[in-house]
């Protein structure tokens, strides 16, 4: 393999660090933003239940998702139906594809960092795609979220009916619309910072 392979390379994985930072940053994030949600959007009266129990609920459906041990899928004050526990398991599968990704790349930069240099103008094109993702986003979330839903899934599973899955009256789509942005700022920041870092001689 040539230098500019082994370059271009780096530089690929180094995208792919970045878009599973931003969004692994956002994932342990969403503990606080979601806290804030509770207060910010009535949640807890919206479902007849302390800040503390939804809390408590947001917690275990994210040990779920977050933690490879835990297998089951079950909340204290909700119930689901197999459509929405099928749900949480392909989001889980996202997740665990997620940190794989963040934990093998990271590895790969860290031992890598002092042998190979990476393409600048590459991360300003990402940038750019984003800054249009962002716009797109901005005119119609609703639309941007369904497209998002519709590329990662292959079902419709995720179109919860809060009868059957009442888990859904806790996650407004404002909630979801604050994760985004916050992973849209880490993104960019990351890419614009790249872009424009110096080149080590």
Known sequence: MS???????????????????????????????FYISIGQFNLD??????????????NQMMNYLINPFHSTFKLDDFQSSAAGRLHFADCKKLFMLNFGVFIVSGAYLWFQRKKRVYFQKVFKYIAIVGVVLVVLMMVDFDGFFVVFHELLFRNSDWLFDPGKDPVINILP?????????LFF?????????????????
Request: hydrophobic share 50%.
């Open 45 to 58: 009266q919206i479902v007849y239940m302390s800040t503390g129990r939804v809390m408590h609920n947001y």
């Open 173 to 181: 789509e404002q909630f979801f619309t604050e994760c985004f942005v």
């Open 3 to 33: 230098n500019f392979q082994k370059d271009t390379l780096y530089t690929v994985i180094m995208a792919f660090f970045i878009l599973t930072l931003s969004i692994t940053v956002t994932i342990f994030a969403s503990y606080i933003l």
């Open 185 to 201: 700022v880490l993104f960019e920041g990351l890419n614009i910072w790249k872009s424009r870092a110096k080149k080590r001689s």
